[in-house]
């Protein structure tokens, strides 16, 4: 497995996200006696300390912890809703969550833009959660009011197609749920763990140790959510009934929104300090601006000097100069008429900061590895859709009176996680550090590369037991397999979410600048949404291809008929060809160079000849 350039730094350790939802940094990188805030200067000088700390934190936790139960348990047994109540084939229902899943893992991009540059985070969360809110009740009427769903229909008239779909207001009353939720997701999702951080002044051990333990209380939390919503939520919505499974989410997300409006007088309100949106367009566009100008080939410069100032505001570290990407290094160079005379540029948009030069070097650079995840990413997708679709068609029975929700199968992946990763910290870890010499075990890179070919093996084992499945079914059609067959292609889907999600998170969090690190969550999500576009188009690729000279298609509704061990054969190719790809990528990643900390300012005007840092 390539590993890229030796690394010289140590690994920053970091938690995990489980599934699709949200990822969190473990830990907060040393700071400069120079980062506090305006705000925080100021009352230290008066001998106060905003509020905030553990004082805010059951409103934040338990308004996080609300929303995040409302949400899941809103949508964790989705694929059944669709298929049984609104009576979608299993491609519709999979296409109607593959685009909205991906929907909302763009949105984050646009709340955190909105959020930094404008709003703040306490005033989007307030407003997505209301969108939020909205969405899960309309939701919910679709389930509740039988003029927003179709009219009931056996399990037999449905295998037949012979139900009644839904009508055009119905599926778009839905969709409009589906939309307000996105909304909410896209302000709640980036600003909900920097909000927490927020009440902690990180310039005190007290509080860098409020960090860390507020961390380690929103991962408990969220596990603790994602094995409710995957059992007693979607068994209600299961056994008892839909609108009662939806109507519990809605009322929790609504008291979400009391708890977090109850605590605002005791929040620490950090005001918006700008988007770096803005810089990456400065830079792009001073680098074209300046693209005839002769860059040098080793060091020293041709036409000019780099403009590199202290950083200042909340900076943390300071980025080195380099050789990598060397165009984007002009949008740096000092030409005549670019300085005022205190030594700041004229215009942002003709010269910009070395630090903001390198900044978007460590975003561009990581985008090959993160395309990669979008495709490893699509075996995690089955596991809300066509993994349901097998599940629906198996023996769930626990004993002779209990039988587990389709949707429920999931937390076996959960598990798995939970499971495996302190064994891999406590154990495997030290023993692959003996070997390799390296902190981490393994490098993060390689730690990605591991869950890419988890991906393909969950794909192949899915496959084969699906083609065990289908035989089973289509030579004794009045029995069942048990729903233990299904173990070990989500036991696979486990491993790779603790390898490449945990490896990806912890690569953007070494090699993005400090406080760019939320953007690396942003790319995660954004990974994930490109995985539900990818896997949806391929979904109707197959569907029309493979459908052919009145055949029923791989992916009809009907399994039994279908050839879902063959999609997901496909999907194992594709993985094949990405681990490839990966390898080439990985091969030629060099590592980002150590952070220079800032522990006093220097003189504002500074100009440095470029280093021949290649790291």
């Not at 995990?16 to 009352?43: A, I, M, W, Y």
């Not at 059951?58 to 949400?71: K, W």
């Not at 399990?155 to 139900?163: E, R």
């Not at 393994?442 to 065990?468: D, P």
Request: a positive charge; glycine letters at 8%; charged letters at 15%.
């Amino acid at each position: 497995m390539a590993d890229g350039t030796k690394e010289k730094q140590n690994q920053p350790r970091s938690s995990f996200c489980l599934h699709v939802t949200e990822c969190f940094q473990d830990g907060s990188p040393k700071l400069s006696r120079k980062s506090s805030s305006p705000d925080n200067l100021e009352d230290e000088k008066h001998g106060q300390r905003k509020p905030g700390g553990w004082k805010a934190m059951p409103y934040i936790l338990g308004n996080d912890t609300f929303e995040r139960l409302a949400t899941f348990g809103l949508l964790a047994n989705f694929m059944v809703y669709l298929t049984r109540m609104l009576h979608l084939d299993q491609v519709s229902a999979s296409n109607i969550i593959n685009v909205w899943s991906g929907f909302t893992n763009f949105a984050p991009l646009v709340g955190a833009f909105i959020s930094d540059a404008y709003a703040g985070r306490f005033r989007t969360i307030a407003f997505a959660s209301f969108s939020s809110l909205l969405g899960m009740a309309t939701v919910t009427l679709t389930a509740w009011l039988p003029q927003l769903h179709p009219p009931p229909c056996s399990a037999q008239q449905q295998t037949l197609g012979q139900c009644t779909g839904p009508t055009r207001a119905q599926l778009g009353a839905l969709l409009l749920g589906l939309g307000f939720l996105s909304i909410g997701s896209g302000g709640i999702r980036p600003c909900s763990i920097p909000f927490g951080v927020d009440q902690f002044d990180p310039t005190t051990e007290e509080g860098q140790k409020g960090v860390k333990s507020f961390f380690n209380w929103y991962y408990a939390t969220f596990t603790v959510v994602l094995l409710i919503t995957q059992t007693v939520v979607v068994y209600i919505q299961d056994k008892v009934s839909w609108s009662v499974g939806f109507g519990i989410p809605t009322l929790l997300m609504a008291c979400s929104i009391v708890l977090l409006l109850v605590g605002s007088r005791v929040y620490v309100h950090a005001k918006p300090q700008g988007s770096m949106f803005s810089s990456i367009a400065q830079v792009l566009v001073a680098a074209h601006k300046k693209r005839h100008i002769k860059l040098p080939e080793e060091a020293g410069m041709v036409d000019g000097k780099f403009y590199d100032p202290p950083i200042k505001g909340f900076f943390l570290s300071k980025l080195p100069p380099t050789n990598q990407l060397r165009f984007l290094s002009k949008a740096a160079v000092i030409l005549d008429n670019d300085l005022k005379p205190d030594g700041s540029p004229i215009d942002n948009w003709r010269l910009c900061s070395v630090q903001q030069v390198e900044e978007l070097k460590c975003v561009i650079k990581t985008i090959p590895v993160w395309a990669s995840a979008i495709v490893s990413f699509t075996s995690m997708t089955q596991q809300g859709t066509f993994t349901v679709s097998q599940a629906l068609k198996m023996d769930r029975h626990l004993g002779p009176h209990f039988e587990i929700p389709a949707g429920s199968l999931s937390v076996i992946s959960f598990l798995t996680i939970g499971l495996w990763l302190p064994a891999y910290d406590r154990l495997l870890v030290p023993a692959l550090r003996k070997f390799t010499k390296h902190e981490g075990g393994i490098t993060v890179l390689q730690r990605c590369g591991t869950g890419i070919i988890f991906s393909v093996l969950s794909m192949v084992a899915a496959g084969l037991i699906e083609r065990e499945r289908r035989s089973f079914a289509l030579l004794h059609p009045n029995e069942h397999l048990s729903f233990a067959w299904l173990a070990p292609q989500l036991v696979l889907m486990g491993f790779c979410e603790a390898f490449n999600i945990i490896g990806l998170l912890e690569f953007f969090n070494r090699e993005f600048p400090d406080h760019m690190r939320s953007v690396g969550n942003a790319l995660l999500s954004c990974a994930f949404a490109g995985s539900s576009y990818l896997s949806s188009l391929v979904v109707n690729i197959v569907h029309h291809v493979t459908g052919r000279n009145k055949r029923p298609d791989w992916l009809t509704n009907d399994i039994n008929a279908g050839r879902l061990d063959y999609f997901y054969f496909l999907l194992a190719g594709i993985g094949v060809l990405n681990f490839f790809y990966f390898v080439y990528c990985a091969q030629r990643y060099h590592y980002k160079a150590k952070n220079v900390y800032v522990i006093e300012e220097k003189p504002y005007a500074n100009q440095v000849e470029l280093a021949s840092n290649d790291a």
